[in-house]
């Protein structure tokens, strides 16, 4: 019934739907049409020389995927991986990917009258991921680019054209 | 019953390339002084599949092209007509015209009109009264000719029942040489039934109506029969049946005059020989191979990949269970193992094509090239049969291409300067492939000039690229595969390779190969493409350095011996050899160069593996070997990106994943890393 409402909702308002998850104490939302599923973590495969938020690989369903922890990326103090410790599988770009995140709260859907633009953050690196801030019942949603996050050159995660020249030099 | 062609379109352009290439192969072959009867017949037959294809499909312009082929054609395979070499080129060229057609239909490419007449005229001129075949015989003779009684020695009489769709004209199908070819084979009676619909001021002459009724006394088969029609009707819209003998009078005769309708047909009479319409080749090699889409076969090897993976969890889960006890579950596991790889060698082999595939088409590429640069070159094909997998077949075309064109373009003199050299006038060019353990070698070699050192040592400092005089001649063949070389007007500044070679290097580099160049000054160039059998699977030797399993490939292993501290030599600091036979090899710390914490340190406490990287000799570290195992390849560059040192990766029997490492990947990668200090033993073991 919920679904149904949220439908129409959709059709009517143009609203989207988003996953709400939480880093720290954050509350951050994605575009839900990107997320596959959410799993706990597993034990990965480690890579050597990469960054150290790329946890490394897992086998999902015989598929190698990468694991990012979006907490190490984000700067985030605490770091612990236990049972409560979630993975969003999210498919982009053609790519499957694992984020870790501290949890995932819920779906909302946001009208676009909801967002706000987001406040200049200054030098903070991931300030260009951000597309706008989202107020469901009085609390701030951030809301995150998770295509343009990924896919950036920064991230190291998609390999740009001549990373591999180098590598043949 | 409006029958929807385009669904079948895909299988006519398939099977219409295959058909192209088929005579290309034949025409290139073919010696025009002494054509073999056989092969001619192989080309007329393919022109004219091609023909009754298009005229099935409604592409017409096929049909012309095909058609002016095929007159010719049939004048030379009867003789009436002598093969020269200029009709064997036209014939080239108008396969190359069909093939645009083809394109052109199905890709929406640009087709080249101007072109394709001129090839149409040609052929025309040649084949001197093309709108004419000499041995037609008039249709309506033969249609009306009623012949009482099948009195002759034929043993059987069959009703033939052919109710056409309505858009059978529209659809370009005729139906005179049907009834002709059928008139050849026995004595027809021919009936046509024209139903009138509605008003004659709404009948549509376009429309089929007609339902013909044929008695045949033939001593053909019943398929035989039905295969004159195959171009022309589904098998559902044919009844043959056999009539008992002597019931032909029955009364089943009526005039046959007037009973085909003639109108509405939208192009003429010219683009089809009567008679040459629904004959068939009598070769029949293709019933035994079945056409599978690509994506299907490569869903099975996934799929398969899985198993094996599920197949190796079991036989973990089991090894712990009592082996006397559950006897019978560790005999169908063994059962099941075997079951597997059985399986998986058949999945795999699906997947693997003669490198004939990609061979056969220099042949043409070479014949018009020498042509078109006035130089007789001679091409060899070397191993063809030689098995690849087809993702890597289709693959290495380019860059063979490449090195083929180089060949002749650049790597052989023209005849002239080879008489003056010593040589024949006419240079040869091998393409030679061979199987060597899990690798596949193709060679690309000429007889030609070689290249020249000392140009391109010039022409490399010119372009800025650090060169010595003292370089190796393998270092200045590797300054080729640089990307500066790369342009045509350099090429012909110094008249040697360079032609995209850093393209051709990326290309095989991409499909996991190796490209090595080896030239002599006046006696020619080769270049080796080494690359790995398949892309999907592999034997590995799994190895432990602290908590991670990697793969080690079975091929790049030479053998693996646990290390006295007397055949241990510290070089400089962190660099370090052992002593194997008389030789001093160098030793690489896995678990350093992979930044493993708990490695073990100490050599003498671990395992030394001594690995081969394209000829080179090297030691590598490792913790432990756990086992052989045929490891499925997954790619890493699917969701993530090229890691280096490594080839891909697998996923192990408890679901782990495990990286494969490539012996030469890891050496360049410990190359480019000054051996970093280990602020501590952490595992003294």
């Not at chain 2, 080769?526 to 592999?538: F, H, W």
């Not at chain 2, 499925?632 to 679901?655: P, Q």
Request: glycine share 10%; proline share 4%.
């Amino acid at each position: 019934m919920r679904r149904n409402e949220r439908t129409i909702l959709k059709s009517e308002g143009g609203g989207q739907e988003y996953l709400t998850f939480t880093l720290g104490k954050e509350e951050y939302a994605m575009d839900i049409l990107k997320v596959q599923e959410i799993r706990g973590y597993d034990s990965v495969t480690h890579i050597a020389n990469s960054p150290n938020y790329m946890k490394g690989v897992i086998n999902l369903r015989g598929v190698i995927v990468p694991i990012i922890d979006l907490r190490i990326k984000f700067n985030l103090e605490q770091v612990a991986y236990d049972e409560f410790t979630v993975v969003i599988i999210i498919n982009i770009l053609d790519r499957i990917i694992g984020m870790v995140v501290d949890g995932v709260s819920d779906v909302v859907t946001l009208p676009p009258e909801q967002i706000k633009p987001a406040p200049e953050f200054g030098s903070s690196t991931h300030a260009d991921y951000i597309t706008g801030i989202g107020t469901v019942n009085r609390q701030m949603l951030i809301l995150v680019d998770i295509d343009h996050l990924i896919g950036s050159e920064e991230m190291q995660l998609v390999e740009m054209a001549d990373v591999k020249l180098d590598l043949a030099a | 019953m409006d029958v929807d062609l385009s669904q079948f379109y895909q299988l006519f352009f398939e099977e219409s390339a295959e058909h192209l290439a088929e005579m290309e192969r034949i025409l290139l072959a073919i010696d025009p002084a002494d054509p073999d009867k056989e092969d001619l017949n192989a080309v007329f037959r393919s022109a004219h599949s091609i023909k009754g294809g298009a005229g099935t499909f409604g592409f017409p312009d096929m049909t012309v092209v095909t058609h002016t082929l095929e007159t010719l054609l049939d004048q030379i395979r009867r003789g009436e007509r002598a093969l020269t070499g200029e009709m064997v080129n036209l014939f080239l060229q108008g396969g190359d015209a069909i093939s645009m057609q083809l394109a052109g239909h199905r890709d929406g490419l640009q087709v080249d009109r101007q072109f394709i007449r001129g090839i149409c005229e040609k052929l025309e001129a040649i084949s001197g009264n093309p709108l004419v075949s000499d041995q037609e015989q008039s249709s309506d003779d033969s249609l009306s000719a009623e012949q009482n009684g099948g009195n002759t020695f034929s043993p059987s009489t069959y009703r033939i029942i052919f109710t056409p769709p309505p858009n059978l004209y529209t659809r370009m199908v005729r139906m005179e040489p049907v009834f002709d070819e059928l008139a050849t084979v026995g004595k027809l009676i021919l009936t046509g039934n024209i139903t009138p619909q509605g008003e004659f001021s709404v009948y549509d002459p376009t429309r089929c109506r007609a339902i013909w009724e044929m008695t045949l006394t033939t001593d053909r088969t019943p398929n035989e029969i039905a295969d004159v029609f195959m171009f022309v009707a589904d098998e559902e819209e044919i009844s043959i049946e056999q009539l008992p003998p002597g019931s032909l009078n029955g009364g089943n005769e009526a005039t046959a005059a007037g009973g085909t309708i003639k109108g509405g047909r939208s192009f003429d009479n010219n683009e089809i020989t009567p008679g040459g319409y629904g004959r068939r080749g009598s070769d029949t090699a293709e019933a035994s191979s079945i056409r599978v889409g690509v994506v299907k076969v490569d869903q099975l090897i996934n799929q398969m990949g899985e198993l094996v993976i599920t197949q190796a969890m079991l036989a973990q889960s089991a090894r712990q269970l009592d082996q006397v006890q559950f006897e019978n579950l560790h005999r169908a596991l063994s059962h099941l193992e075997r079951n597997t790889r059985d399986l998986q060698e058949s999945v795999m082999s699906m997947r693997m094509v003669p490198i004939s595939f990609i061979f056969s088409r220099f042949q043409r590429l070479v014949h018009d090239l020498a042509n078109s640069l006035g130089k007789v070159v001679e091409l060899k094909l070397v191993g063809e049969s030689t098995e690849l997998d087809k993702g890597l077949i289709e693959k290495l075309a380019d860059p063979l291409t490449h090195l083929v064109r180089n060949c002749v373009d650049h790597g052989l003199e023209s005849p002239e300067t080879r008489i003056t050299a010593g040589k024949s006038p006419g240079g040869a060019i091998t393409l030679k492939a061979s199987q060597q353990g899990g690798r596949v070698l193709v060679e690309v070699s000429d007889d030609g000039a070689g290249l020249n050192r000392v140009r391109i040592l010039a022409k490399a400092a010119r372009n800025g690229l650090t060169v010595s005089d003292a370089m190796s001649d393998e270092e200045v063949w590797r300054l080729i595969f640089s990307p500066g070389f790369s342009t045509a007007d350099q090429v012909t500044d110094i008249s040697g390779r360079g032609v995209g070679m850093d393209v051709v290097q990326k290309n095989v580099t991409a499909m996991g190969g190796r490209v090595t160049l080896a030239s002599t000054q006046g006696k020619g160039s080769r270049v080796l493409i080494s690359l790995p059998l398949t892309l999907a699977i592999l034997d590995g030797l799994a190895v432990r350095v602290g908590s991670e399993t990697f793969i080690v490939p079975l091929n790049s292993v030479i053998e693996s011996l646990q290390p006295l501290s007397e055949e241990l030599n510290e070089v400089s600091r962190g660099e370090c050899t052992v002593y194997v036979r008389g030789e001093y090899i160098p030793l690489i710390h896995l678990g350093d160069l992979f930044r493993i914490v708990g490695a073990v340190r100490r050599p003498e406490n671990a395992i030394v593996m001594l690995i081969d990287a394209e000829g080179e000799q090297l030691a590598l570290l490792v913790d432990e070997l756990l086992g052989q195992h045929q490891v499925v390849i997954k790619s890493l560059e699917t969701n993530y990106r090229k890691v280096a040192g490594a080839a891909g990766a697998t996923i192990l029997g408890d679901g782990r994943v495990a990286l494969i490492l490539d012996a030469v990947e890891i050496v360049r990668l410990w190359r480019k890393e000054p051996p970093h200090e280990q602020t501590s033993p952490k595992n003294g073991g």
